[in-house]
Antibody
Framework: QVELQESGPGLVKPSETLSLTCSVSGYSISSGYFWGWIRQPPGKGLEWIGTIYHTGSTSYNPSLESRVTISVDTSKNQFSLKLTSVTAADTAIYYC??????WGQGALVTVSS | DIVMTQTPLSSPVTLGQPASISCRSSQSLVHSDGNTYLSWLHQRPGQPPRLLLYKISDRFSGVPDRFSGSGAGTDFTLKISRVEAEDVGIYYCMQGTHIPWTFGQGTKVEIK
């Protein structure tokens, strides 16, 4: 059973960096698949942020690319998201996922002073 | 970016009756590897999305066979043969052929 769990601060101040980690169990990240982040502003639709392949190769949404970094730590079977210079528009539930088949429960991150 | 357009945006359905959702992409979703990476996801309130179908019509593990997918190129359809109470929620189509991956706006399915 593949399971993913997001962790990180639920409140981030404007202009600061949002950092989240996704812990994976039941499957080794180094075995393959894309591992990604998707976000959903409250009451709105889904937005793909980016993915990392088990080799470390990344793809990002061009709308966020200048502020996003996704990295992987295969020794801990985790991957992470960093989003810099956040504003209120970055307030959302952040999901980590294995490609599109297994999703975490989501982490609500609010950007507010 | 590939724009994914779903219709209808809201679908009141009667229990036991069929339902259908359409998804149209602004460009062909056929990948250079020959596959079409079009998925359908279902989201209940307060829950993460759950994968139903991938590569147009392949059902994910544990998905009931009342869910089926069809289409090709730019036009795709999700069909529920007989709607059950647990099928309420929002359905999204998603393309993973082109970067950035993009989602439809979502179709809300509710019971009449």
């Amino acid at each position: 059973q593949v399971e993913l769990q997001e962790s990180g601060p639920g409140l981030v101040k404007p202009s600061e960096t949002l950092s989240l980690t996704c812990s994976v169990s039941g499957y080794s990240i180094s075995s393959g698949y894309f591992w990604g982040w998707i976000r959903q502003p409250p009451g709105k639709g889904l937005e793909w942020i980016g993915t990392i392949y088990h080799t470390g190769s990344t793809s990002y949404n061009p709308s966020l690319e200048s502020r996003v970094t996704i990295s992987v730590d295969t020794s801990k079977n985790q991957f992470s998201l960093k989003l810099t210079s956040v504003t209120a528009a970055d307030t959302a539930i952040y999901y980590c996922a294995r490609s599109d088949d297994y999703w975490g429960q989501g982490a609500l991150v609010t950007v507010s002073s | 970016d590939i724009v994914m357009t779903q219709t209808p945006l809201s679908s009141p359905v009667t229990l036991g009756q069929p339902a259908s959702i359409s998804c149209r992409s602004s460009q062909s979703l056929v990948h250079s590897d020959g596959n079409t990476y079009l998925s359908w996801l279902h989201q209940r309130p307060g829950q993460p999305p759950r994968l139903l179908l991938y590569k147009i019509s392949d059902r994910f593990s544990g998905v009931p066979d009342r869910f089926s997918g069809s289409g090709a190129g730019t036009d795709f359809t999700l069909k529920i043969s007989r709607v059950e109470a647990e099928d309420v929620g929002i359905y999204y189509c998603m393309q993973g052929t082109h970067i950035p991956w993009t989602f439809g706006q979502g179709t809300k399915v509710e019971i009449k």
